[in-house]
């Protein structure tokens, strides 16, 4: 059994590493790269006229630190700051160094039954997040009264394949799992995968964080699909363990 791992950047390096640890081949393979975005007018501004603040990634808590950091800005003390996820959730306390809900479920659907969301009408909220995404939490907030901001801390920019034989590779090494951890990443590999390869992937056994990306890899015709309710790596790796 070989896992393919497609979470960019140092987290997915490290889900490889404890892979090995346990003696499980892992093959890393990002398809999207992270970057900060150094162009978000009046920031700071923003998070200061925010009455609930809503990390949707861990990129998003991180950027937001980063582009703080830019113009010697601290994170505001007065909104009430949530996550969508337990690590994500961590990661933002310790940068806001405020305390941070979150549900025990990682995905926009139990984000919203969160009790600080549901009496929120003219409250102010801004949601970090990359380049596109979380429509629904958007969209539900909105309905509640809520006048929603986004604010784009980070670009997702897709990874182009040099090599289509790439594929070829993986089959060979026995890839049966892969790891993909936003549905964006899964509609790019599915978008880039060669027709002659294409039943294969199929066939892998998919393992995602969330019933939404679930629902839509089964729509892509995959049938073997495991949501692990979230993508931080300890719970992925003992998913993945035999």
């Known amino acids: 059994m070989t896992v393919l791992v497609t979470r960019p950047g140092k987290q997915g390096q490290a889900l490889c590493q404890q892979l090995a640890d346990e003696g499980i081949q892992a093959i890393h393979h990002p398809l999207i790269r992270i970057a900060d975005n150094q162009k978000v007018d009046n920031f700071h501004l923003q998070l200061k006229t925010s009455d609930l603040i809503i990390a949707v990634s861990q990129h998003a808590a991180t950027s937001a630190d ?117 549905q964006e990443q899964l509609e790019y590999l599915v978008s880039i995968t060669p027709d002659d390869d294409f039943h294969w992937l199929q066939g892998c056994h998919l393992f995602v964080p969330s019933q939404r990306i679930a629902n839509r890899a089964q729509q892509l015709g995959f049938s073997k699909v495991e949501n692990t309710l979230s993508a931080t790596n300890q719970i992925l790796l003992a998913a993945l363990q035999p």
């Open 66 to 182: 980063n582009i703080l950091s830019l113009s010697a800005d601290i994170w505001p003390l007065h909104p009430i700051y949530l996550a969508v996820g337990q690590k994500t959730a961590q990661i933002l306390s310790k940068l806001c160094e405020q305390p941070v809900n979150y549900p025990e479920v990682s995905d926009s659907e139990h984000l919203l039954q969160l009790k600080e969301l549901q009496d929120i009408e003219g409250k102010r909220i801004t949601i970090l997040r990359g380049n596109g995404g979380r429509e629904l939490i958007r969209d539900s907030l909105l309905s509640r009264g809520a006048t929603v901001t986004y604010s784009e801390t980070y670009h997702r920019e897709y990874i182009p394949i040099a090599d289509r034989n790439i594929f070829k590779d993986w089959i060979q090494c026995g890839i049966s799992k892969i790891v993909i951890t936003s």
